[in-house]
């Protein structure tokens, strides 16, 4: 699976960005699929999973202001964010996963500036 992440930038607090994640590969429907960021001096850390039985999680600080959905027709991930924080601010990655197996997509940037 090649993933391949675009709709980073540079965007005013309180603002909006929509990331999207093209995946290749013929098993898209059947992998988790996850955001990621790191922002700088931090760890990477989880943001949004999707599962492919449709579970949903978020981490805490992110609820309520980001949304992750994916089309299985397209083999795309996507990861609405609104009322964006200066603390938002970082490299996002996508990620997929099937059973033991994990790609990463090559990350962008997103900068919330105050």
């Known amino acids: 699976v090649q993933l391949q992440a675009s709709g980073g930038g540079l965007v005013q607090a309180g603002g909006s960005l929509r990331l999207s994640c093209s995946a290749s590969?013929?098993?898209?429907?059947?992998?988790?699929m996850a955001w990621y960021r790191q922002a700088p001096g931090k760890q990477r850390e989880l943001v949004a999973a999707i599962y492919s039985g449709g579970f949903i999680k978020y981490v805490d600080s992110v609820k309520g202001r980001f949304t992750i959905s994916r089309d299985n027709a397209k083999n795309t991930v996507y990861l609405q964010m609104n009322s964006l924080r200066p603390d938002d601010t970082a490299v996002y990655y996508c990620?997929?996963?099937?059973?033991?197996?994990?790609?990463w997509g090559k990350g962008t940037q997103v900068t919330v500036s105050s």
């Open positions: 990620n997929a996963a099937y059973y033991d197996m994990m790609w």
């Open positions: 590969g013929n098993i898209f429907s059947n992998n988790d």
